[in-house]
């Protein structure tokens, strides 16, 4: 009897789906044969047999069961992640198509300084620029990331967003934003600044130092506004020395808004 009950125990802790069904097909086949008179079992045995099929079909009716739920619960879930990566990727497209359309936004918001910065990064992949308000502005805008900075300066590039929008079409446009900002630029100006700017009306260039090897060299009163925006849109680039020349588009937006006057003063 001990046997027996051991042989049991360990039935019991068989839970392997392959034994199972190699004990179900074993014992299937012995009672078949009990069955067709082949051979003669025992009644003990044919008991313990016929507990062995019961338990084998018990269990492996179970793991059907267990695998129909496990593949629909698969399935669910498959179904379910599938449709969270696609309401991620729905809300990632989203939220890259709104930082699209801010960048493009704060780019018509730039001053003259800013696009400075912008059309010196069209001639070369990186430009030193001095710290300051606006390139605080243009990072702060996701326009620009400086991968190496100084103590006074940092060495800036587009980021990746600014150069796709720049080369997809507001390289093309990119006169338009220049004529805006220098636009708002002149607006702003004080009358008496502007009317060193509404020299240039009848100069191409002028010279804001007086070279004079008797008397020693001064400058000209034109300097002190001139100088301010030497590093912007304003002054054709790249300008040197003393002698100050109008952006082209900058000197449209004089004549635009200054030409009149100097008319009737004439």
């Given at each position: 009897?001990?046997?027996?009950?051991?042989?049991?125990?360990?039935?019991?802790?068989?839970?392997?789906?392959?034994?199972?069904?190699a004990?179900?097909?074993?014992v299937?086949g012995l009672?078949?044969?009990?069955?067709?008179?082949?051979?003669?079992?025992?009644?003990?045995?044919?008991?313990?047999?016929?507990?062995?099929f019961?338990?084998?079909?018990i269990?492996l009716?179970y793991?059907?069961?267990?695998?129909?739920?496990?593949?629909?619960e698969?399935?669910?879930?498959?179904?379910?992640?599938l449709?969270?990566?696609?309401?991620?990727?729905l809300?990632?497209?989203?939220?890259?198509q709104?930082?699209?359309?801010?960048?493009r936004?704060?780019?018509h918001?730039?001053?003259?300084?800013?696009?400075?910065?912008?059309?010196?990064?069209?001639?070369?992949?990186?430009?030193?620029?001095r710290?300051?308000?606006s390139?605080?502005?243009?990072?702060?805008?996701?326009?620009?990331?400086?991968?190496a900075?100084?103590?006074?300066?940092?060495?800036?590039?587009?980021?990746?967003?600014?150069?796709?929008l720049?080369?997809?079409?507001?390289?093309?446009?990119?006169?338009?934003?220049?004529?805006?900002?220098?636009?708002?630029?002149?607006?702003?100006?004080?009358?008496?600044?502007?009317?060193?700017?509404?020299?240039?009306?009848?100069k191409d260039?002028?010279?804001?130092?007086?070279?004079?090897?008797?008397?020693?060299?001064?400058?000209?009163?034109?300097?002190?506004?001139?100088?301010?925006?030497?590093?912007?849109?304003?002054?054709?680039?790249?300008q040197?020395?003393?002698?100050?020349s109008?952006?082209?588009?900058?000197?449209?937006?004089?004549?635009s808004?200054?030409?009149?006057?100097?008319?009737?003063?004439?």
């Open positions: 009897m001990n046997n027996v009950k051991e042989f049991i125990d360990v039935l019991n802790k068989a839970k392997n789906i392959r034994l199972n069904l004990m179900f097909l074993v299937s009672l078949w044969a009990d069955k067709q008179s082949y051979l003669v079992l025992e009644s003990l045995s044919k008991t313990m047999l016929q507990s062995l019961f338990l084998t079909s269990r009716v793991a059907f069961i267990s695998l129909v739920f496990d593949t629909i698969n399935w669910r879930t498959s179904k379910k992640d449709e969270d990566k696609e309401k991620q990727a809300l990632e497209s989203e939220k890259l709104t930082k699209k359309e801010n960048v936004r704060r780019f918001e730039l001053d003259i300084y800013q696009l400075y910065i912008v059309q010196e990064l069209k001639r070369q992949n990186h430009v030193s620029v710290k300051g308000a390139l605080f502005t243009l990072k702060n805008a996701d326009i620009i990331y400086t991968p900075v100084g103590e006074k300066t940092e060495s800036a590039s587009l980021t990746g967003l600014a150069n796709a720049l080369n997809d079409h507001l390289w093309a446009k990119f006169d338009q934003l220049k004529r805006d900002a220098l636009t708002r630029f002149f607006k702003g100006i004080q009358q008496r600044d502007a009317e060193h700017f509404v020299e240039f009306l009848k260039s002028i010279c804001t130092k007086r070279f004079n090897p008797r008397n020693g060299s001064y400058y000209y009163d034109n300097e002190r506004v001139f100088a301010a925006f030497s590093d912007s849109i304003v002054f054709s680039q790249p040197r020395g003393y002698t100050y109008l952006d082209p588009i900058a000197k449209e937006v004089v004549v808004l200054f030409g009149q006057n100097l008319e009737d003063g004439n």
